[in-house]
Nanobody
Framework: QVQLVESGGGLVQAGDSLRLSCAAS????????MGWFRQAPGKERDFVAA????????RYATSVKGRFTISRDNAKNTVSLQMNNLKPEDTAVYYC????????????????????WGQGTQVTVSS
């Protein structure tokens, strides 16, 4: 079992940066692929970024590629999402997720592939 707690959300202006963090419990964090998803009001939960167990492979949604960077520190049981040049359309609740599955480009972008979820952190970008 893995428990995930996100932090780092807030209210920023367009063009600003934010760094989200997700702290995971348990001794087996390094065995999990990790992902970030986001959900805006009235919309479905969308894939943002994912990273494999070692940090050597990552995937990004087209809308955030070049602006967001996912990283992990297995020694500290954390995964982070550095968000630069934020836009109003990035406004959403951001969720951290963990999967025990084999990391592939396709499945890592599917919410149903993940086994554990955090409670989310709100990111609001004003224009």
């Amino acid at each position: 079992q893995v428990q995930l707690v996100e932090s780092g959300g807030g209210l920023v202006q367009a063009g600003d940066s934010l760094r989200l963090s997700c702290a995971a419990s348990g001794r087996t964090f390094s065995r999990y692929a990790m992902g970030w998803f986001r959900q805006a009001p009235g919309k479905e939960r969308d894939f943002v970024a994912a990273i494999n167990w070692s940090g050597g492979d990552s995937r990004y949604a087209t809308s955030v590629k070049g602006r967001f960077t996912i990283s992990r520190d297995n020694a500290k049981n954390t995964v982070s999402l550095q968000m630069n040049n934020l836009k109003p359309e990035d406004t959403a609740v951001y969720y951290c997720a963990a999967s025990r599955g084999q990391f592939y480009s396709t499945n890592s972008q599917m919410a149903g592939w993940y086994d554990y979820w955090g409670q989310g952190t709100q990111v609001t970008v004003s224009s």
